[in-house]
């Protein structure tokens, strides 16, 4: 799972300055002891707690990213009146375990398999229906296309889209650009698999 930053702050978790966020949700979207993607590093939730704005300190502040209360207040999203979660955490050593698996450029069989099976799955929850090699052909042939765009092509607000593109960044398949995506290794490796199913296997 993915607990998202903007990139300022992504850099400071990555360099060990930040260990702390906070959140105004309705209901807490992570759990002391579970693990999350920041877009650059592996976080470890260390503890959870709800907080009112007149218990936030200015260390609190620094840690989290921000050089007031006032402006760290200012930042957060939600609805007035929503609790306010403090989430302590540490940056996790080595990399993303999804890099790894994005960056390999040979499939067996049983891999070919496993993610046919993981994307059939996926198309089976959907209520479009079949929309996951549509999107990684779309990716395939559109590499660092804005988001919004690609979306528009299918007929998709961007958020929808987004969120089946981290799907398939789940498992491997693409990667995110500073503009839009591409295709990983893995995704390349798996569509060429495709290809032939695809298009036939030649003959007269």
């Known amino acids: 799972m993915t607990l998202l930053f903007e990139a300022r702050?992504?850099?400071?978790?990555?360099?060990?300055?930040?260990?702390?966020?906070?959140?105004?949700?309705?209901?807490?979207?992570?759990?002391?002891?579970?693990?999350?993607?920041?877009?650059?590093?592996?976080?470890?939730?260390?503890?959870?707690?709800?907080?009112?704005?007149?218990?936030?300190?200015?260390?609190?502040?620094?840690?989290?990213?921000?050089?007031?209360?006032?402006?760290l207040l200012a930042d957060l999203t939600g609805t007035e009146g929503q609790p306010i979660f403090r989430i302590?955490?540490?940056?996790?050593?080595g990399p993303d375990p999804r890099d790894a698996l994005a960056a390999t450029r040979t499939l067996s069989e049983s891999d070919r398999a496993e993610i046919s099976t993981r994307l059939a799955r996926l198309d089976r929850a959907s209520r479009r229906g079949e929309w996951t090699e549509t999107t990684l052909s779309l990716i395939g042939r559109s590499p660092g296309v804005v988001a919004s765009s690609l979306a528009e092509s299918l007929g998709l607000p961007t958020d929808v889209f987004k969120r089946d593109v981290?799907?398939?960044?789940?498992?491997?398949?693409?990667?995110?650009?500073?503009?839009?995506?591409?295709?990983?290794?893995?995704?390349?490796?798996?569509?060429?698999?495709?290809?032939?199913?695809?298009?036939?296997?030649?003959?007269?």
């Open 9 to 71: 702050l992504r850099e400071g978790i990555h360099d060990g300055s930040i260990t702390m966020t906070f959140r105004r949700w309705r209901r807490s979207q992570v759990v002391a002891g579970g693990r999350y993607r920041t877009g650059l590093d592996m976080i470890e939730v260390e503890r959870v707690d709800t907080v009112t704005p007149a218990a936030i300190t200015v260390r609190d502040a620094r840690k989290a990213g921000y050089t007031t209360v006032a402006a």
């Open 166 to 204: 981290r799907k398939l960044k789940a498992l491997g398949l693409t990667t995110s650009l500073a503009t839009g995506y591409r295709l990983s290794p893995r995704g390349t490796a798996y569509l060429v698999s495709r290809q032939p199913l695809r298009h036939g296997l030649g003959g007269n």
């Open 88 to 93: 302590r955490f540490r940056r996790l050593a």
